[in-house]
């Protein structure tokens, strides 16, 4: 679980928002701009969640993935989407080796990839609106691009999975134009990360595993594929990412880093 930060001096005037939608909870924290061209862009980056969600939702009968998933209407019929998101998941899978799947308990559910592409596809649409600074936030997992003002960095506070209400961690965003920040563990959802070759809830040393990556489509990805795999494994095959640093907590108290995330701290 993450949260974005700004400091509030000398920032542009904020528009923020707050939307439940996709079962959770998506605040948007943005800057800078012409005002009524990011409402407007608001707009269309929240109705984007919600027709996301009537797409891929595996919790309603009639969406299109859950048809997909039945037979009952193939890739080419469905909404451009699914065919881009299928796509990201199979890419997904194949850099960790199988340790992301779009599919539980046998069934097509790319819901493990739809948050964090629905997450950076709302904030480039505020960006391409000429918001300076964005922060999508969607469950827990967030996107920035731009800074939220002069010399002042987006700041990340990443939840403690071991001491609730405290912070393992705080990233900073400082010398980039975008970041994203992703947490997959049992704190807020229980044992809900399977284990793709069993089928069955990763047996796992760890509590959480935040990445930090320059879009939260991937950080969310590996963050799950790298939990599923446990600490020592996941921590070698996300230092081999280009771009991807990470925290690792284990049930034990045990906090274990990529060699570049220090850089990121602050």
């Not at 407007?40 to 939702?57: K, N, Y």
């Not at 996107?143 to 939840?159: A, E």
């Not at 939260?216 to 280009?242: K, N, Q, V, Y």
Request: aromatic share 4%; glycine share 12%; with cysteine.
């Amino acid at each position: 679980m993450a949260e974005a930060v700004a400091e509030p001096a000398q920032a542009p005037a904020a528009v923020r928002h707050v939307e439940e939608v996709m079962g959770t909870v998506f605040s948007f924290d943005v800057r800078g701009g012409d005002p009524e061209e990011v409402r407007a862009a608001l707009s269309e980056a929240v109705a984007g969640l919600h027709r996301a969600d009537e797409v891929f939702s595996t919790y309603r009968d009639d969406s299109e993935i859950s048809r997909l998933g039945r037979g009952q209407l193939t890739v080419q019929e469905c909404d451009p989407d699914v065919a881009a998101v299928l796509a990201l998941g199979e890419e997904a899978s194949r850099v960790s080796d199988g340790w992301f799947s779009t599919s539980y308990e046998g069934r097509l559910d790319p819901t493990g990839i739809v948050k964090g592409w629905a997450v950076e596809r709302a904030a480039r649409r505020l960006a391409a609106a000429g918001a300076t600074g964005v922060s999508v936030n969607g469950g827990g997992d967030v996107q920035l691009l731009g800074v939220p003002g002069p010399q002042r960095p987006w700041r990340v506070g990443v939840s403690d999975p071991l001491r609730p209400g405290g912070l393992a961690a705080v990233i900073s965003a400082a010398g980039v134009s975008e970041l994203a920040v992703a947490t997959s563990g049992t704190a807020e959802r229980g044992a809900h990360i399977v284990d793709p070759r069993t089928g069955r809830s990763a047996v796992t040393d760890l509590v959480a595993v935040t990445v930090v990556a320059p879009t939260i489509t991937w950080a969310d990805c590996w963050a799950t594929a790298a939990f599923a795999m446990g600490s020592r494994d996941g921590l070698r095959w996300l230092e081999a990412l280009p771009g991807v640093e990470a925290l690792l907590i284990t049930a034990g108290d045990e906090v274990r880093c990529t060699g570049g995330l220090a850089a990121r701290l602050g």
